[in-house]
Structures are given as C-alpha cells and as structure tokens.
C-alpha cells in the first residue's frame, strides 16, 4: 500500500467547497481511479490486469459481493479525488483459516488528503476480517497506519531489503533510476500532465550510463568475495503450473511450526 502524499508540480492546491463522499468503487470507476494514479506516478495496470486482481483471485470469487473491491472519495461534481484498493487473502494459523485484507494504491488529490484518511480507517475497519495485512508501507504512510491502531510484525527486520540479483546492469539501471541521484533529479517529476511513462523512458536512459561501474563494481564485489549463487548450486526447472511436488511441500511446511501462511490458490 504506497501512500502516495508528495507534492507535485503543477498540481493545484485549491482548497473545496465541500467535503469527499466516500463510496465503495466500483469496476466502471477504472478510468477516474487509472487518471488519479497516473498523475501522481503509480504503476498503472491496464483494465485487464487491473480487473484481474479481483476477479481472477478465487478468495473473491468466494467472497464476491461481500467483499468490495476498494472505496473512493468524490467530489461534489462527482469526479473521484481519492482512492485505496482492497485485495483479499487466505491465510492459515493452525489450521484455522484467516481472512486477510491488505490495500493498494492508496491516493488522492492533495487538496483532501486529510480526508483521504477515511480511505484507510475503512479497509482496516471493514467487518468481517481477521486480520489487516500490508507489506508496503512506505515512510509517507508510516504515521497514518500507526494512528489507526496498527502494529508492526514483532519479528524479523522488515525495512531493510535483501537482493538476489541476476542481472547486475538492469538491476543497478532500475535502482539508480528509482533512487532519483542528482543526474536523474531534474526530471524527478513530469513538468506537463498526462506524461509520466515519457517521463520513465527519459530517467532510463539518463540512468544507464551511470549504472555500468555500480553494476561492475557489484559483480566483482560478489564474485570475489564467493557470496554469490554459483550455477552448480541450484537446479532450476520450468513448470506450467503447481504439482504433486509442491503439495508435499506445502504438507511439510503446515507440520512445522504452525506460522502464519499465505494460503496458495
């Protein structure tokens, strides 16, 4: 769920009338809810995919019309100024079955963010759910997830990131461009509406060349030091789809130390 609560140029400020109407959203509010995230520079999945996240998870085809799909915030020309997803997930917990709900995509139009807030109280508060469950957090949305009551797992380091990286060169292009460093920064953000996948296209190219020595200076860090994967360690195979193999493996895991787990579909 990234919170998405950074100003943006050419992004007015003008303060409303009224007060946002909160609705449950809907599949038809797809154009408004892409437009909203595009301006604000989330991944934008195309319908298809996006629709998919439901309707293709079978926990929300079991669940269906209890289960709504998000909420949005209206203005008083009725046009969406805020929106939050709501994916659900199964989990086990000693062979008891834990109905998850976690968000995505949590954004709204930076004259209500303050009333974005009840985009967020609704998912952690809607009825029926075990247990709210986010892995993206970012530092932007930290202090509102810890308003409403959230805590944090009590195990493991969870703000610190651990790589397996294939490929140095797209890796090291990918982070470069993502951590904004000050050859990429004058184009940290679109200058006209509408623009930002150009936008992406542009810091690429501006990343790469930086991204050649960082990923050299990766690949005989690891190889010299003998941290990496050699090829004659592991044994890759290709599958269509999950056999026998992985519900033995799954058997094992559930006999253990009955953790928390993500229920597979």
Not at 22 to 44: H, K, M, N, P, T
Not at 161 to 181: D, H, P, R
Request: charged share 25%; with cysteine.
């Amino acid at each position: 769920m990234e919170a998405y609560l950074t100003a943006q140029p050419k992004v007015l400020r003008a303060k409303p009338r009224f007060g946002p109407k909160l609705r449950e959203a809907r599949f038809e509010d797809y154009d408004q809810i892409a437009g909203l995230e595009s301006r604000f520079g989330l991944e934008v999945k195309p319908y298809e995919e996006w629709v998919h996240l439901w309707q293709g998870n079978p926990l929300y085809r079991e669940l269906k019309t209890d289960w709504p799909i998000g909420w949005v915030l209206e203005d008083e020309d009725s046009k969406i100024v805020g929106s939050m997803g709501n994916i659900p997930f199964l989990y086990e917990l000693d062979g008891r079955r834990i109905l998850v709900a976690s968000g995505r995509s949590w954004v709204a139009d930076l004259a209500y963010r303050s009333a974005s807030l009840s985009l967020l109280d609704n998912l952690i508060r809607q009825r029926n759910v075990d247990l709210y469950l986010n892995n993206t957090v970012s530092h932007n949305s930290i202090a509102a997830v810890t308003a409403l009551e959230c805590s944090r797992v009590p195990v493991g380091i969870w703000d610190e990131v651990a790589y397996w990286i294939t490929n140095y060169l797209g890796s090291f292009q990918e982070l470069v461009a993502m951590k904004n460093y000050r050859l990429t920064r004058p184009f940290a953000f679109p200058s006209w509406e509408g623009s930002w996948t150009r936008l992406k296209a542009m810091r690429a190219r501006l990343s790469k060349p930086l991204s050649y020595p960082l990923a050299a200076a990766a690949f005989l860090k690891d190889h010299l030091a003998k941290t990496s994967l050699r090829e004659s360690d592991v044994e890759v195979q290709s599958c269509r789809d999950f056999d026998d193999r992985f519900d033995s493996f799954w058997e094992e895991v559930k006999r253990g130390l009955s953790p928390l787990l993500m229920v597979p579909d």
